[in-house]
């Protein structure tokens, strides 16, 4: 069972949090803390275990210093969770994921849904993936193309073909630019230390230096 506590700065929901299977089961259950920020929805709640039972480790999904859980990448929220979804949604599709992934793993089991790395890893990883790429600079040229899309059909493909963007890839970056939010791309390229136009090869030596 989970109880609504407002206060002036924020709103929380604390209690139970049953694991349902597809027939409506309860499999497990979590006690939990569901903070909803002020710039929710534009923000993901912010989720704790907070019976202990799950440790406070990266290999867990839970970091150390804050005991917040990472229940999805904010980068593919859009895909999993976009803004305007009913919370209802969250609750039924990745926090329910989340622990399901945590009640097998706390078996001795692997986890069902996957598991990513931690923080630029798994950042990196996931754009890997969703531009079909194992180069970090298509990944940069592909964010790119899409956070600033205000780019001539004449310009290179970001995939690295050598041909122009409007006889190769044109599709694929327009769809994106479409379901990828731009914030999130301009947000994902800093944080992964590219600069506009530069090489990852440069990102990564710079970041030696």
């Not at 609504?4 to 299977?21: C, H, M, Q, Y």
């Not at 409506?24 to 019976?51: C, F, H, K, M, N």
């Not at 839970?62 to 609750?91: M, N």
């Amino acid at each position: 069972m989970l109880d609504l506590f407002l206060t002036d700065s924020k709103a929380e929901i604390r209690g139970t949090f049953p694991v349902r299977d597809d027939a409506g089961g309860t499999l497990d259950e979590y006690s939990v803390s569901i903070e909803l920020p002020p710039r929710y929805p534009d923000s993901l709640p912010i989720v704790r275990e907070t019976a202990g039972r799950i440790p406070q480790t990266l290999n867990r999904h839970v970091l150390i210093t804050t005991g917040t859980c990472c229940v999805l990448l904010p980068d593919a929220r859009w895909e999993e969770h976009p803004i305007g979804a009913p919370f209802s949604e969250y609750l039924a599709g990745p926090l329910r994921n989340f622990f399901i992934g945590q009640s097998i793993v706390e078996l001795g089991g692997d986890w069902p849904f996957g598991e990513r790395a931690h923080g630029n890893d798994a950042r990196l990883d996931y754009y890997r993936e969703l531009f079909g790429t194992a180069s970090d600079t298509v990944v940069r040229r592909f964010l790119e193309a899409v956070a600033w899309p205000h780019q001539k059909g004449r310009v290179n493909c970001p995939c690295g073909s050598g041909r122009r963007l409007r006889k190769c890839c044109s599709a694929k970056v327009y769809d994106l630019r479409t379901k990828l939010p731009r914030t999130t791309a301009r947000n994902a390229f800093a944080a992964l230390g590219f600069r506009r136009g530069a090489s990852a090869q440069h990102r990564t030596k710079s970041r030696r230096r």
